[in-house]
């Protein structure tokens, strides 16, 4: 008997199996209920009483050693079933999630292009600023409004009553870019400024403390309001389409004058009217105007000698008339089904 169970046990271990059926051959030769393991447990009945217990303990050996051996061979097949897979060129291909441009992105960068086209460069200044750039030298008045708190992020205020031109502040718009570029460059000026900017507002479908905008600045001898026109119109057909029509209507800013603001036709009814355009067929997209002399003068620009074109307009805005989303919360909340919709459009 153990002669038997000693020779059985080589067997197991010298078995390989290369095939499923190899495995269960395997299992019908050993384990099944009339597997020679099992035959060998019939034969236990005849062995003598003083035999029982070492011979009982090595048949149970045996069955535990052809048991084990059994699940390594199945895992091991199962592994190598694995790889074949694995290495299966036939199989069709795995689609790779890939990732998208924000909207943001996407508009702010068509903007960019287009002004590019027409000789405009791209500068940046500082989202932290003080308010010399943002303000003062944008010929706003010590008491102005848009100083208040209630608008502004300050970082430090001199004095907590009154506004200084040294209090640091997030900016609440690109304008302040316009101020740094004068300061450094002598005109011919031409340039576009995207950036992100901040206002103390509650979060709403409408308003948000983070947003982003383009400045525009074009200063030279000559420079007239027909070229300011001619520009904008030209921007938002590249933009919205050649059939878009715009309206300049007077507004005021304290850093231009004339100051307009500029509507685009509605392009989803084109200008008939429709819930879009609340029955107007207009939509509001910017604000301009001819930079005031005290703002060149500020920037020791000749404003004798020069005149110039500016304007300003929010990212989001733009990108909420050309894609339609009314809700300016999903450009901040990054939510994929929101950010999957824009793929195609780069
Ligand atoms: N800075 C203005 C704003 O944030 C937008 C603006 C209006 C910019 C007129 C300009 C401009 O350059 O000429 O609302």
């Known amino acids: 008997m153990l002669e038997k169970i000693k020779n059985l046990l080589s067997q197991i271990?010298?078995?390989?199996?290369?095939?499923?059926?190899?495995?269960?051959?395997?299992?019908?030769?050993?384990?099944?209920?009339?597997?020679?393991?099992?035959?060998?447990?019939d034969d236990f009945r005849n062995v003598p009483a003083q035999e029982k217990k070492e011979i009982g303990m090595k048949l149970n050996e045996l069955k535990q050693a052809a048991?084990?051996?059994?699940?390594?061979?199945?895992?091991?097949?199962?592994?190598?079933?694995?790889?074949?897979?694995?290495?299966?060129?036939?199989?069709p291909a795995n689609p790779f999630p890939s990732g998208?441009?924000?909207?943001?992105?996407?508009?702010?960068?068509?903007?960019?292009?287009?002004?590019?086209?027409?000789?405009?460069?791209?500068?940046?200044g500082p989202e932290i600023e003080d308010d010399n750039h943002v303000f003062t030298k944008l010929n706003f008045a010590p008491e102005h409004p848009a100083r208040d708190m209630q608008d502004t992020f300050y970082i430090s205020r001199i004095s907590p009553e009154d506004s200084n031109p040294g209090d640091i502040l997030l900016r609440t718009h690109t304008s302040s870019v316009q101020v740094r570029v004068m300061e450094n460059q002598k005109p011919p000026i031409r340039t576009i400024s995207p950036g992100r900017v901040f206002r103390n507002e509650a979060i709403s479908a409408r308003a948000h403390c983070i947003f982003h905008q383009i400045e525009g600045l074009y200063i030279d001898e000559n420079v007239s309001y027909a070229d300011l026109r001619q520009t904008l119109l030209f921007f938002a057909r590249e933009l919205f389409g050649k059939e878009t029509r715009i309206r300049l209507r007077p507004s005021y800013f304290p850093f231009t004058e004339p100051s307009a603001e500029m509507d685009v036709s509605c392009r989803i009814c084109g200008g008939k009217g429709c819930n879009v355009c609340k029955y107007t067929g207009w939509l509001e997209l910017l604000g301009?105007?001819?930079?005031?002399?005290?703002?060149?003068e500020a920037c020791n620009i000749d404003s004798n000698k020069y005149t110039g074109f500016a304007f300003g307009m929010g990212i989001e805005r733009a990108a909420m008339l050309k894609y339609q989303v009314n809700d300016l919360r999903l450009y901040f909340e990054n939510d994929l089904r929101f950010l999957d919709q824009f793929k195609a459009s780069f």
């Open 67 to 91: 048991m084990d051996a059994y699940n390594r061979m199945k895992d091991q097949l199962q592994q190598s079933d694995d790889v074949k897979t694995e290495n299966d060129l036939t199989r």
């Open 100 to 124: 998208s441009r924000h909207p943001i992105s996407i508009v702010r960068k068509e903007i960019i292009d287009i002004f590019s086209r027409i000789g405009f460069t791209v500068s940046e």
């Open 13 to 41: 271990s010298s078995f390989n199996v290369s095939s499923a059926d190899d495995l269960e051959s395997f299992r019908l030769r050993f384990l099944s209920k009339k597997g020679m393991i099992s035959v060998l447990f």
């Open 288 to 296: 301009c105007g001819m930079v005031h002399p005290n703002v060149l």
